[in-house]
């Protein structure tokens, strides 16, 4: 099994550690950054855990504190050998109050750094007024053409996931795929190229069917995995190595 986003520092020092130790099976696991403070939080976890990989960055939600400084620190901690990914990043419609201004200049500054340390660059992309997030996001893809992208937590949103296959992204997936609401995303990931195809928990949020309502953690990523094999009408040993295989091209872990 892969995580391929997680957030393990938004856990407790002991929830941490149980999650930790409940996924010492694991293949690999990337847990993620978000400004500046989590950012060592989450690189010092992937420096304790042979199994455990960090992401760097600045999430749009925290956009107003990039500055000429808080770019040098980022620059500094995505040399670090346990860093495979810059982000997450993009853009959020739903949650912030951050202007649009200050989200672009975010992704902008992440998207160069991906690109000169040939990092991929994952993508926080969410709405709440019917898909402006989305419909923004695709365009930039369009006008930049990253060379190696995730779309974390895919929502399924069409025209997003029309431009995500033009230009090669990866297209993680986590637990509203196992929602029962949510038959129009189970369509979406039949009809995705395997080899585009990530599992992730965005632990401790997100849980999956039959944990909803409870903190997430990396292990519950095998209920999403079920989930995404039953689509695709395969065993999940197969979707299982079909997944990692797809981490580790995606990722270098």
């Known amino acids: ?32 950054g978000t400004n500046p403070v989590r950012n060592r939080k989450a690189l010092a976890i992937a420096e304790a855990n042979p199994h455990i990989w960090a992401a760097v960055g600045l999430h749009p939600t925290d956009a107003h504190l990039l500055s000429p400084e808080l770019e040098a620190d980022v620059r500094h901690l995505a040399g670090h050998p346990r860093v495979r990914a810059i982000g997450e990043t993009g853009l959020d419609f739903y949650w912030t109050h951050e ?5 672009y200049k975010a992704l902008d500054f992440q998207y160069r750094l991906a690109q000169t340390l040939g990092l991929p660059l994952i993508f926080h992309v969410r709405s709440q007024d019917g898909g402006r997030a989305e419909v923004e996001t695709a365009a930039w ?11 974390h937590a895919f929502g399924g949103h069409p025209g997003l996931m029309e431009v995500g296959l033009e230009l090669g992204a990866y297209f993680g997936f986590a637990g509203p795929l196992t929602y029962k609401k949510n038959a129009g995303l189970r369509e979406v990931a039949a009809q995705l190229p395997l080899s585009r195809l990530l599992v992730e928990t965005d632990a401790p949020f997100l849980p999956p069917e039959p944990h909803r309502g409870r903190r997430n953690h990396p292990a519950l990523s095998r209920f999403t995995l079920a ?27």
């Not at 202007?99 to 989200?103: G, H, R, T, V």
């Not at 893809?141 to 779309?151: A, E, G, K, N, T």
């Not at 065993?235 to 981490?247: C, G, H, K």
Request: net charge negative; glycine share 2%; charged share 25%.
């Open 99 to 103: 202007s649009s201004d200050a989200q």
């Open 1 to 32: 099994m892969t995580d391929t986003h997680c957030h393990l520092d938004f856990m407790e020092p002991d929830e941490t550690q149980a999650a930790i130790e409940a996924s010492r099976d694991f293949r690999a696991i990337l847990t993620i």
């Open 141 to 151: 893809l369009m006008q930049h053409r990253p060379s190696r992208f995730v779309l």
């Open 227 to 253: 989930k995404l094999a039953e689509i695709r009408g395969l065993p999940v040993e197969q979707m299982e190595s079909i997944t990692d295989q797809n981490a580790q091209e995606c990722f270098g872990f």
